[in-house]
């Protein structure tokens, strides 16, 4: 009998429309509307894709975002002119290799910083919040891109405000591009912004006036702060129409506090798709998964085949149910006491709709091979400790909070370490990620129930543990180790940081300081 690892290897070799093997879906969900076209990003304005070339100047600023309805919201953007285009938010789009020099002006009325989330930086290139400036100051970037192609994104980490700063919109895609990324993109005819589409998804609370509410209360900012309004490309309900071909979706989960169960789904039942990438860029080759977590921070790098379906079918990227785990003992009924927004983290919704224009296709066949994952070598690795947990009413890592001066964690450069991050029982899911360097799962042990039930990829590993990550998110119980290899070429000790991305939790100090020795 084939084991589902030689299952899933072959399923990767044929084409998709032989896996088409669809589950039942056990979980109603919400679906009304979705007649607001989704927002996808054009070649200026907000969101437009941007190829930077020459020095870039952004500056970080108040502005209104038009929304559905007519309704407009106060926003903060990145706003930039670039070949006499004027961009709020671009989405950068860089090879690998690439020198870029960036300017970040703060127009706001309190400190920011903007940092390169995923990039292998120095830390005075990384955007560190210890580097936050204050209004009217400027901070300079000038570093090369020497990631692996994949889905990056850039945010404000203003130190104290990063959570309500990136609520109200400091956060945008950095799409960095290599050979892989060209094979593939020919391989399967994509286009960026036609078939293969950023989607950030966020949660927002909207007053009536339609504008965004950032208010957490004492038990949400240490919690974490739920919108019931669930946006992609800032729209809510939306639709997009496809053809009956593959689209790739690169699925950033840009909330501050709620983690998505990604499905797609058909009428009530599951319709699968395939994995191609994680936070630090293309899987070795595509792997067929139904259901993956999505935790704040985290990216998701899919291919969807439509071209089974035919003219008239629906089809919807859904959150699916499941249990947050952010009650243990005492934290439950002090939920339960204070209650919190109507759309709990866990509760099903469906996020968009895919509406299909146009009759079956031919099927496309994909790749059997993406790119190459180079495993770390983890011999004589040192093991490192992290423990996560709750005193005080404040979220610990191996017992501080962040303070800005304390290097709790000091690595030596040029090796590896293993680090075994411990969730306590009584505690909630924490997104954990680091700086400056992507890092491998290793494994994961002690899982809940419904991470061991898509727990298909060796020592407890689920599909999104696969390849190179920067925020892993680590449930109450649970311990996962993650090999990270501290090799760059950068003079001197460099700084980062290492947090948790509910950034309601980063911002109450869910953080600490690390220092890699030169
Ligand atoms: Cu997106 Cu310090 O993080
Ligand atoms: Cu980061
Ligand atoms: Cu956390």
């Not at 629906?314 to 009924?333: I, K, Q, T, W």
């Not at 680091?434 to 407890?460: E, T, W, Y």
């Not at 999104?464 to 119980?477: A, F, H, Y």
């Amino acid at each position: 009998m084939l084991n589902r690892r030689k299952f899933l290897a072959l399923a990767a070799a044929v084409p998709l429309t032989a896996v088409g093997a669809y589950a039942i879906l056990r979980t109603p969900a919400r679906a009304t509307g979705f007649s607001s076209p989704l927002f996808i990003p054009g070649d200026g304005g907000p969101f437009g894709v941007l190829i930077p070339q020459g020095k870039l100047a952004l500056v970080a600023e108040h502005g209104t975002f038009p929304l559905a309805g007519g309704k407009t919201t106060p926003f903060l953007w990145y706003r930039t002119q670039h070949q006499g285009k004027t961009y709020q938010n671009p989405i950068l789009n860089v090879k690998t290799g690439t020198q870029l020099s960036v300017t970040l002006d703060n127009a706001l009325d309190e400190g920011t910083i903007l940092h390169w989330h995923g990039l292998h930086l120095p830390g005075k290139m990384d955007g560190n919040p210890r580097d936050t400036i204050g209004p009217g100051v400027q901070y300079h970037y000038d570093f090369t891109v020497n990631n692996r192609s994949g889905t990056y994104w850039y945010h404000t980490h203003a130190h104290g405000h990063t959570a309500k700063q990136a609520y109200f919109g400091l956060a945008s895609f950095f799409i960095v591009e290599d050979e892989d990324e060209v094979a593939l993109r020919e391989a399967l005819d994509l286009q960026l912004g036609v078939t293969d589409l950023p989607v950030v998804i966020q949660d927002k609370r909207l007053n009536q006036a339609g504008e965004f509410v950032y208010s957490p209360n004492p038990m949400e900012k240490m919690m974490g702060y739920l919108g019931d309004t669930i946006l992609a490309n800032l729209t809510p309900t939306p639709f997009t129409e496809i053809g009956a071909r593959i689209y790739r979706f690169r699925l950033l989960n840009g909330s501050t506090a709620r983690i998505y169960k990604i499905a797609f789904a058909k009428g009530e039942k599951l319709f699968p798709y395939h994995v191609i990438g994680n936070d630090g860029g293309l899987l070795d080759k595509p792997y067929s998964a139904s259901e993956v977590f999505l935790a704040p921070g985290e990216r998701l790098d899919i291919l969807l085949d439509a071209s089974t379906l035919s003219k008239g079918d629906e089809v919807y990227l859904r959150s699916l149910a499941f249990d947050s785990l952010e009650g243990g003992g005492m934290m439950g009924g002090m939920m339960g006491v204070m209650g919190s927004a109507s759309l709990a983290n866990g509760d099903a919704f469906n996020i968009m709709k895919l509406a299909v224009t146009q009759p079956s296709g031919a099927a496309q066949r994909l790749p059997a091979r993406l790119s190459k994952v180079n495993p770390i070598k983890t011999a004589g690795a040192a093991v490192r400790a992290i423990n996560l947990e709750m005193a005080q009413m404040r979220w610990l890592i191996n017992g501080n909070t962040y303070q800005m001066d304390a290097f709790p964690i000091e690595v030596k450069r040029n090796t590896v370490e293993i680090w075994e991050i411990h969730n306590a029982g009584h505690s909630m899911p924490h997104p954990m990620h680091i700086h400056g360097f992507q890092f491998q799962v290793q494994s994961r042990q002690n899982s809940p129930a419904q991470v061991r039930a898509l727990a298909s990829h060796g020592n407890g590993r689920t599909v999104s543990d696969l390849g190179w990550k920067d925020t892993v998110l680590v449930w109450p119980g649970e311990t996962v180790r993650i090999a990270i290899d501290f090799s760059h070429d950068f003079g001197g000790d460099q700084t980062y940081v290492f947090h948790c991305h509910n950034l309601e939790h980063e911002d109450g100090g869910m953080m600490v300081n690390l220092r890699v020795r030169a």
